[in-house]
C-alpha cells in the first residue's frame, strides 16, 4: 500500500546552486547528499515534514554525473524541471508485483538501492499518463537520524 509521497525528484545542471536556491528562498535545509553511480546522479534530499506512516516526505534534487544517465538525457531533452514522483510503501516488491499484474510496466525485476539505503523501482511514465513514477521502501533508519553510507551509493555527508 502506497502511504505517502516520499520524494519529488527534481533535475536540475547544478547541485549546489540549486540547493541554494530552495535554502534562501524556502528555507529548506539539506537532510542528506549522496552520489548513485548506478543511477548516475549526485544528489540532495531535502526533508519537507515527517509522514504519519512514519516515514517522511521529501525534495529530492538530482544532478547527473554523466550525460548518459536517465537524468541526463531528461535534462538535455526538456531543461531542468520535475522529473519523477515516488510513493512511498513499506512493501516495493509486493507493490511493484500488484501495479505489474494492472499492466503498467515496472522497469527493474528487482528493486535496486535508492536514496539512503532505500529499495526502489520505477513504473514507466507511458503507463502513468507522462509521469515517471518511483516506489520506494526506505531504509528502517530513514525518517528517525542520520542516514548511514550505503552501498552502491556514496554518502558525501
Ligand atoms: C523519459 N520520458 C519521460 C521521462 N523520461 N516522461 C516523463 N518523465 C520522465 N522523467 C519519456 C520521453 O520523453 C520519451 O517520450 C519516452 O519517455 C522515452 O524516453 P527516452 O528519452 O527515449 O529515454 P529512455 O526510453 O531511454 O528512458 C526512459 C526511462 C528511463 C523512463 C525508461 O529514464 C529510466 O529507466 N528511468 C528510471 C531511472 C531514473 O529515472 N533514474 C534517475 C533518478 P517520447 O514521447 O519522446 O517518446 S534516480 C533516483 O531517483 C534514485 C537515486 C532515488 O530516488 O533514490
Not at 549522496?34 to 534530499?45: C, D, I, K, S, T
Not at 500488484?98 to 529499495?119: C, F, H, I, N, Q
Request: aromatic share 6%; glycine share 10%; charged share 25%.
Amino acid at each position: 500500500m502506497l502511504t505517502r509521497i516520499d520524494h519529488i525528484g527534481i533535475a536540475c545542471e547544478n547541485l549546489d546552486t540549486t540547493v541554494e536556491f530552495y535554502r534562501a528562498t524556502y528555507g529548506f535545509e539539506v537532510f542528506h547528499t549522496e552520489v548513485n553511480e548506478e543511477q548516475g546522479v549526485r544528489e540532495a534530499m531535502l526533508k519537507i515534514n515527517d509522514t504519519s506512516d512514519g516515514g517522511a516526505s521529501y525534495l529530492q534534487l538530482l544532478e547527473p554525473t554523466r550525460a548518459d544517465s536517465a537524468v541526463g538525457k531528461w535534462l538535455a531533452k526538456n531543461g531542468e524541471g520535475v522529473h519523477h514522483i515516488a510513493f512511498g510503501t513499506a512493501d516495493v516488491d509486493g507493490d511493484a508485483a500488484a501495479v505489474r499484474d494492472k499492466g503498467v510496466r515496472v522497469l527493474y525485476d528487482e528493486p535496486r538501492t535508492g536514496s539512503m539505503g532505500s529499495r526502489i523501482t520505477f513504473l514507466h511514465p507511458k503507463d502513468c499518463h507522462g509521469v515517471l513514477t518511483e516506489l520506494v521502501t526506505a531504509a528502517p533508519h530513514e525518517g528517525t537520524s542520520a542516514p548511514a553510507s550505503t552501498s552502491p551509493s556514496t554518502t558525501e555527508h
